[in-house]
């Protein structure tokens, strides 16, 4: 139940937060966040792409890639969910389902996604992204995690139900 509400938080957070910048004038940006040092702008980007606007010429794909590696995320998680363990895993579903969504909702709605913050540190000074974004790129991440534990784990037992 906690994962569940998890997706919707992020849904609603992200979707809350691109409809304020959407909803202020282009002018406004960028501008830096307060209390944040400078270390973060906001910025008001459309981006009808891929990350770092890939694919941007071809419209159908870009919806319809997102649409099959959502779908198949969304399924693997609901496969898991009734079953015990794998929390990682699920966790990172989770992530991934509830940042899928909110991009999901803008590539079909408005026709690109609205990528609005930026950290000026390192090499993410180049890059412009959302909290949907950070959600996919973390549930993957915490997913893959959880999968490569669980092999350890396995690999384990064999060896050692080989070796009785």
Known sequence: MLLL?????????????????????????????????????????????????????????????PLAVASAAAGLFLWLLPRKGNRLQKLGLALTVGGAASNLYDRFIRGYVVDYFNVRLGWLKKVIFNIADVCILAGSVIFLIGEMILMVHEERTTAILRKK
Do not use: S, W
């Not at 957070?13 to 906001?42: R, S, W, Y």
């Open 5 to 65: 509400i998890l997706i919707a938080l992020i849904i609603t957070v992200d979707l809350g937060i691109k409809d304020m910048i959407e909803h202020t004038e282009d002018n406004a940006f960028p501008q830096k966040l307060d209390g944040c040092g400078g270390l973060v702008t906001i910025f008001k980007l459309h981006n009808p792409g891929l990350p770092f606007g890939c694919l941007a010429k071809y419209p159908q794909m870009v919806r319809e890639l």
